[in-house]
Each structure stands twice: as structure tokens, then as C-alpha cells.
């Protein structure tokens, strides 16, 4: 059951909290918490839930009788995972609303927005709530408290069709909403929700929405700073034309190459969809275009998205690509095909590279044919490890729960080329090749030297040279001349602000040593300034590293 839920439906009562007392007892004394819990039944039947011990402690804790202890609270928590990344992720979901694609793969449920379910566990979480984001945030952030977890530095996402599509003045009501949830009071005004979230206990540390590859011009990455945004996911689904044109998916994949371009100019982090298994694709065909999205620079290249999710086409009966699977004009890959497919593709996937999902959180219930198995990603994990082949992707290479020792770190810089871009990856890694933390520096490429490598005009459909650099400029000033960090990240489990905790990789400087090394490298290429896409909760941490507020970045002097 879902903990929100869980947690509507149940009380404390002072004889499951005096149980709880008594379990966390034993594990204070060295007891493994499953073992403990099984000491104590309740009266009712059954055992104290990991709910219930974070409420005891929380009251031991509140009322003086026990010291905070990071490392008990850590070993109660609900679904530690979910905050290993180092940011506690919020999902928020926009009311239904047009959206300009008529992809034949995408559901429709008329009281969802397009291509989303109301029984998959977000979307769930949106319907209940009336798709208020205000309401949506502050739940979420109250159950995520009282099963454990940190909620100082939040994530949050963005889900609902093509947020593009939406009205602006719904964009920045919304926008503000969850803002005025995460800083706890009510704003007259985004800029105003902005300012408060920069000292505010919870802090917006990253911004996510969704949209399309036809979407996104310079102006429309401007309004989205002007909110705050830092990530986009972006439906790649296809890097083959005749696949997107059987699957009425409404752009090129050019427009899909045009679009990572602008936004690796402008600073965002870029999280691509891929889909195989389309109306036209085959197994071949599948491993050949997941593989382009890897290539260097060039007339048609530089994908290279920070994070990808694979999400296999699901044969849904409420899509438009039923009807061609009963006509006999489409057939899923088994289940088996899928699995050695992606198996097969995982491993070529860049160090620089997380894999955020294998796929869609969509019960199989609703899966008419083809796979319907929700653990594929494990599925996969299991095949390659059969294999005796590893996946060096950065989820797969993520430091997680481990302890950190600072002395044993080493610096590795992964430098590869990127539409218009050269770009640093670097990573404070362990012995054991686990990332520590990471930094994402941009250069982008001056426009002679893109010229020398592309003279017909790059990234052009129609032979004319694409005004990237001019389109940015013109909207994006405080980019002018700057080398671009588009994120810093460091692992392990998520402490509030300011805090440490003995072998955790946050808050022991890892951060500010990337920062000083990314400057470095930006001079020496010639930039005389460095700017940040920085969300709202991250401003006070980079005005600490010498950074000051432009327009809609922070930018320093080299």
C-alpha cells in the first residue's frame, strides 16, 4: 500500500507507539529491525509498521528523552532509496489539458492528462488531489516525513502531458503553488515564492517538467528559467524518421537533435525518452538507433543525453495502435526479446549517462499483449549479470548508502563532444568505481570552430546555419562569453542543509572542489566568466562560491 494511504487510514494508537518504543529499544541495543519488530506483536494482530517507528522515535526524539541518531533513523526508514540519490524527489501531476501530439501509442483516459493512467501510483497521488499542486506537494512532503525521510533539498517533478501546451499564466500559478507548499506560506507572486524558498527548510534544489522536441526555442527556454526550471524530459522515442511518421509522433529527429542542442546551450540538464518496440521498428533496427543517440558530433549527432528512460511501447487498449494490432498490422516484442534487447544496449551506455527507468510504471493489467513484466529493469540486471557484463551507466555506479572516505577519492574527467558543445564530465570516485559526487561542465563551441566542422551549416535542414548562438544570446544574456556548469550532484543519502553525517559524501566539500576545478578548466579554454543554472534552494549555496544573480543564472568572473 501506498504510505500516503496507509497513513490517512491509521492512527497511533498509545499502545502501538509504547510497542514501537519498545522495538526501537532493542535496536539500539544491536537487534536487526526485522528481528525486533517480531518481539513485539500487536494486540490486534500483526507487527508495528516502519510508520510507527518513525513516529515513536519522532516523539522521543521531539520531547527530549533521546538524542537524534541518524543512523537509527536511517535503518527505520521506509524505502531508503527513494532519497540515495541525494535529493528526495517530489512528483506533482497538471490537470488534463490538449496536448498537440496525436502519437497512436499514447493512452487516453479522459479525466487524465494524455498518455497517463489514474491508476499508476503518481497519477493516483494527482487525482486525489484534484491536480492542486499546492495540495499535492504538502501531502507528499508530510508522508515522506513521516516514513523517514529527509525532506531539506527537494526535487521536483513535473508530470502531464506537454507542459508547453499548457497556458502561461497556469505554468506560473502552478509553478508558484508548489513553491508556497515547500516554503509553507502563501505568496502574491512566483518571484516573491522564489525568494522565500531560498532560506525556506525545504528547498527546491532541482525543477523538472516534460515537453516536446518542437517545443523548445530560445524564448520558451527563457520563460522556463523565469520559473526556475532546470531539467527537461524530452520524448525522443525514435531517432528514425519513418518510425516517427507510422507513429504520428509529429517532429523529426532533427527537430529531437535541434532541441537537445538549445538546451545544452542554455544549461539544462536533458533527459531523453526512447521507446522500442514502435509500429515499424524491429529488434535491429531498435539497437541500431539507441546507439546514434552515443555518437560524437556531427551533420546528425550529439545526442548525448544526461539521463535516458527506456520505456518499451506498452500495447494499451485506450491507444490508438490497438487498432492496428487487431487488424494484424503491429506485433509486440515477447517478453524474452525485450529483455536480451535492452540487455544488449545497456552496456554501450556512457559513464557520463543515468538510466532513470527501464520502464513505465503502468500496472500490466492494462497491457493487452507483449510484456507485462513491472520488474524488467531487474529482469535485465539478472541477464546481464548472467552475462558476466557490466552496465557503467551513472545510476548503475552510484555511490548510494555506502560510506565515503575522502582520501581515497580520485578525480576522473570523461571529456566528450556534443552538438555545439565540448563537454566535462567530472566525478569524485571511490576505489571501488562508485560515483561520489559529479559536476557537468559545458563549453560551448565558438562559432568559427563549429563552422570549420560543419561548413554546409550545422544542425541545418534547410542549408541555412542554425542561429544558436545569436537565438541565445538575444534571450539569454547572461550566457554571453560564459562556460555553463548545468549540474552539480553529490550521492549518498539526502541530509538537511548544513548537516553532516560520518561517511556520507554530502557536505564534505566534494562540491565546492568540483566548482573551483570547473573554473579552472573554463579559463583555461579561454572563458572569462562561468554561469550556473541554479535552482531556487541552490542560490544561497552558490552566492557562497563567489556567484552572483543575474537575469536567470548566477554567474561569476573568472
Same mark, same amino acid.
Given at each position: ?73 536511517? %535503518? ?112 502574491? &507572486? ?94 535491429? &533496427? ?14 546528425? %549527432? ?68 507483449? &510484456? ?107 550566457? &554571453? ?78
Amino acid at each position: 500500500m501506498d504510505p500516503e494511504t496507509w497513513l490517512k487510514d491509521h492512527r497511533y494508537s498509545p499502545t502501538t507507539l509504547a510497542i514501537a518504543r519498545l522495538v526501537l529499544e532493542e535496536i539500539r541495543r544491536g537487534k536487526e529491525v526485522f528481528q525486533a519488530t517480531r518481539r513485539y506483536p500487536l494486540p490486534e494482530g500483526g507487527y508495528p509498521p516502519k510508520h510507527a517507528l518513525v513516529a515513536a522515535y519522532r516523539q522521543l526524539v521531539n520531547s527530549g528523552e533521546w538524542p537524534e541518531d541518524a543512523d537509527l533513523l536511517a %535503518s527505520i526508514r521506509m524505502k531508503p532509496v527513494r532519497t540515495l540519490s541525494g535529493v528526495t524527489t517530489v512528483t506533482v501531476l497538471t490537470k488534463p489539458y490538449p496536448c498537440p501530439g496525436q502519437c497512436i501509442f499514447c493512452p487516453t483516459e479522459e479525466r487524465m492528462p494524455k498518455s497517463y493512467l489514474s491508476d499508476e501510483p503518481g497519477a493516483r497521488r494527482g487525482l486525489q488531489h484534484h491536480f492542486d499542486p499546492f495540495d499535492q506537494v504538502a501531502s507528499r512532503l508530510q508522508a515522506l516525513k513521516d516514513v523517514g525521510h529527509p525532506i531539506e533539498k527537494i526535487e521536483l517533478l513535473i508530470l502531464g502531458g506537454t507542459w508547453s501546451s499548457y497556458r502561461r499564466d497556469y505554468q506560473e500559478w502552478f509553478v508558484q503553488r508548489c513553491f508556497d507548499a515547500m516554503n509553507g506560506v502563501d505568496s502574491p &507572486n512566483l518571484i516573491e515564492a522564489q525568494h522565500v524558498n531560498e532560506t525556506a527548510t525545504h528547498r527546491n534544489v532541482g525543477l523538472v517538467i516534460e515537453t516536446r522536441p518542437d517545443e523548445i526555442t530560445p524564448a520558451e527556454l527563457a520563460w522556463l528559467r523565469y520559473l526556475g526550471v532546470t531539467k527537461l524530459q524530452m520524448g525522443a522515442q525514435s531517432l528514425d524518421d519513418t518510425v516517427l511518421r507510422l507513429n504520428k509522433r509529429g517532429h523529426t529527429a532533427f527537430e529531437t537533435l535541434r532541441a537537445s542542442a538549445l538546451l545544452r546551450a542554455a544549461g539544462f540538464k536533458i533527459v531523453l525518452h526512447w521507446m522500442p518496440n514502435l509500429l515499424g521498428a524491429t529488434l535491429a &533496427n531498435d539497437d541500431a538507433d539507441f546507439r546514434r543517440l552515443w555518437q560524437p558530433a556531427g551533420p546528425d %549527432s550529439g545526442f548525448c543525453p544526461d539521463e535516458i528512460k527506456i520505456y518499451p511501447c506498452q500495447l494499451l487498449e485506450n491507444a490508438e495502435l490497438y487498432q492496428y494490432w487487431q487488424r494484424g498490422e503491429y506485433q509486440p516484442y515477447s517478453e524474452q526479446d525485450l529483455v536480451k534487447l535492452i540487455a544488449d544496449i545497456k552496456p554501450s551506455i556512457p559513464r557520463y549517462c543515468r538510466v532513470n527507468r527501464v520502464i513505465r510504471d503502468i500496472p500490466s493489467t492494462h497491457v493487452v499483449a507483449g &510484456n507485462k513484466r513491472t520488474s524488467l529493469r531487474m529482469d535485465v540486471a539478472d541477464e546481464l549479470a548472467r552475462r558476466g557484463t557490466p552496465c557503467e551507466c551513472l545510476r548503475c555506479r552510484e555511490v548510494r548508502g555506502h560510506g565515503v572516505d575522502p582520501g581515497t577519492l580520485r578525480l576522473d574527467e570523461l571529456i566528450y563532444t556534443a552538438a555545439y558543445a565540448e563537454e566535462h564530465f567530472l566525478s569524485y570516485v571511490t576505489p571501488e568505481d562508485q560515483v561520489a559526487g559529479y559536476l557537468r561542465l559545458s563549453l560551448p563551441m565558438h562559432r568559427a570552430r563549429v563552422e570549420q566542422l560543419e561548413p554546409e551549416g550545422p544542425l541545418s535542414e534547410t542549408g541555412k546555419p542554425l542561429k544558436l548562438f545569436s537565438d541565445i544570446a538575444l534571450n539569454l544574456p547572461d550566457l &554571453n562569453g560564459s562556460a555553463l556548469i548545468r549540474e552539480v550532484h553529490i550521492y549518498g543519502q539526502s541530509l538537511p542543509v548544513g548537516s553532516e553525517q560520518h561517511g556520507a559524501a554530502q557536505h564534505i566539500g566534494l562540491g565546492t572542489h568540483l566548482i573551483q576545478i570547473a573554473g579552472e578548466i573554463a579559463r583555461a579554454h579561454g572563458f572569462k566568466r562561468i554561469a550556473v543554472i541554479a535552482a531556487v534552494g541552490t542560490r544561497q549555496y552558490y552566492r557562497g562560491r563567489g556567484f552572483d544573480m543575474g537575469e536567470l543564472y548566477m554567474v561569476k568572473a573568472l
